[in-house]
């Protein structure tokens, strides 16, 4: 309608004579991979693609020794090599059995201290020192000492493990506890919540956007520990397995085994984002909708 | 009913109150007018026991106020609801501590959810409420377990002219229906004349209560009306008899 006024009113001028697009031609498979992908859900997937594509190139046009870094066709069959003939899910299981149980623990443990820490005065002045001196030695400085202790299995890595997720959950569990609005616990005071319900009601749905994301945080960091404290000491799991293929050169399950850390740590955090996303549900925050 | 007597209230060495008295009869409606810093919410907060620490005395009923209790509800500036709670659970949180049955608490709720007018949206979060929907929650909030005095801190202050007004009606309507004493804080004149029966004029440095004036005009008041603008007048000359002495001081020190 306003390009047929423009003509109108303009006859003469070179700029308001209309032109005749023609219709382009684009592939019908073209359109629906780009219909695919103006999805927002979809588009994820491509940095993974081209990076994969990367990743073929330079096995097919030989810009790195196969020794270094083998075709992505050579993993898979090492990786379907490893499912079928090695006890790949076995050592999976391994690792994750010892994050879920080190989870578990070192979060009841620091949920509970952290409350009681920042619930009474006295109990933090109990225990803080003592947690804020621990907490500088690093992870991996205690595996030695507990393998001594617990040998090499399982139980001292989720110990260690424990441990490391223990920490950041209680240093913010006792932090968020102490930043939780006034206001709100006035308002339990006016409607005479006893200690019980103030903690159930008010300090523990406010505080929960802030253990959520320690627990997303620490989950991470200490699923890239069981890595580390298979292949410092271990029979069994992931790390042990990298570690392994390091020694023997074998680059393909080496990179299995990364492929698979990384997955699992997606998925590992995705679940947890699933909880979050729940339990979260009243909050109406930033939709992240700007661009 | 309520009987303030001689309260006043120090922070270290500044006085945020000094010597404040104040009645309110059964069912009557008391707003208390000032300008800010005049010890208003003080005051209000003493009588509400979130602030214990003040020498004269405040009884309700004849009976000492030592703390908080569901006796006196009390609605804060801001809706202060729970986010994490859909609006039934935040009025319903009111009645968690008394020792009524569940099918009791549960018709409490549904009838206080009816009078401010939310039917509909008992399971929405507060996220998705207006301001004045969320206003009126908190209104529900310190109504649900039928307290004999009803204590407003300035609760319609944030909201726009046209809610307010439609907030104040519903105030006075909410008033008649559950026949309890209310204590409103507002710095709003119109507002004042428009709802009480009693005016509390306060003034600042100290804080103290300087004049109560009477509201003899029949319901539903007209603000329109000559009589209305008259004790408008009143109100503020109180307010400004005030100012001008405060005025006269700094120029005798001059």
Known sequence: MGKQLGFVQLPQTALSVPTVSMPKVVPMTLLKIRAFFAEQRYIGILLPLFILCLWQASATFKWIEPVFLPAPIKVIEAFWYMLTQQDLLLDIWASVFIIAQAFAYGTLLGVGLGFAAGLSRKAEMFFSGTINTLRHIPTVAWIPLVVIWLGLGAPAKIVVLAKSIFIPVFLNTLQAIRGVDHNYIELAQALKLNKRQLVRRVVLPAILPVVMVTLRYSVGLSWALVVVAEGISGLEGLGFLIFRAQNLLMTDQLLVCMVLIGVIGFLLDRLLLAVQNHLLRWQRGFGGRYA | ?254
């Open chain 2, 1 to 254: 009913m309520l009987e303030v007597r001689g309260v006043t209230r120090r922070f270290g060495d500044f006085t945020a109150l000094r010597d404040a008295s104040l009645d309110v009869g059964a069912g009557e409606f008391v707003t208390i007018v000032g300008a800010s810093g005049c010890g208003k919410t003080t005051l209000l907060r003493l009588i509400a026991g979130l602030d214990k620490d003040y020498t004269g005395s405040i009884t309700l009923n004849g009976e000492r106020i030592v703390g908080t209790s569901l006796e006196r509800g009390i609605v804060f500036q801001e809706p202060r609801l729970l986010p994490w709670l859909v609006l039934w659970d935040n009025i319903a949180i009111a009645l968690d501590n008394t020792l009524l049955s569940a099918e009791t608490k549960k018709e409490a709720v549904a009838a206080q959810i009816a009078l401010v007018g939310l039917t509909g949206f008992e399971n929405a979060y507060p996220a998705a409420l207006s301001g004045g929907m969320a206003q009126r929650a908190a209104i529900a909030r310190a109504l649900v377990g039928h307290p004999s005095i009803l204590l407003l801190d300035e609760p319609l202050g944030a909201l726009d002219a046209i809610t307010r007004m439609r907030l104040q009606e519903e105030l006075l309507r909410i008033w008649r229906h559950e026949r309890v004493s209310m204590i409103l804080v507002t710095h709003d004149v119109e507002e004042a004349v428009f709802l009480s029966q009693k005016i509390v004029v306060m003034d600042t440095g100290p804080g103290r209560v300087t004049a109560a004036i009477p509201v003899d005009l029949p319901y539903p008041r007209d603000r329109a009306s000559a009589e209305f603008g008259a004790l408008k007048h009143r109100v503020f000359t109180a307010l400004n008899d005030n100012a001008a002495l405060k005025k006269a001081e700094i120029d005798y020190l001059i």
